[in-house]
């Protein structure tokens, strides 16, 4: 999957809804998010997604694609996501796994919020 590619599967995760984590999500993907329950699998993500509303926009700041073998991709990046007059800033990991021919999940993502000064 080329560089664009993998923005725009990053993209699409932030901005779509469940039927979009089930088809892109592994069932035993692990998440940590900076809400509870913190950390998450797959299933639990997927359940969290159908109940929240989604994002309207996402900017990836910064991404980094990292290959560090054949069949595996590993972003890090900066999120600028807003929703309505909500706007949220996190930076994120993601793992994919290559299952087949074009065929990727994410394993593993994460999202940690800037800390805010005292």
Known sequence: MDDDRVRAFEERLWLGGEEVYRQFVARDCVMVVPQPPFVM?????????????????????????????DGLIVLAYEAAARRGDQAYRAYCTSTYLRLGPDEWRVVQHQQTVPPTAA
């Open 41 to 69: 699998g797959g299933e639990d993500a997927i359940a969290a997604v159908a109940d929240s509303p989604r994002w309207s926009e996402v900017e990836l700041r910064g991404l980094r694609i990292s290959r560090p073998r």
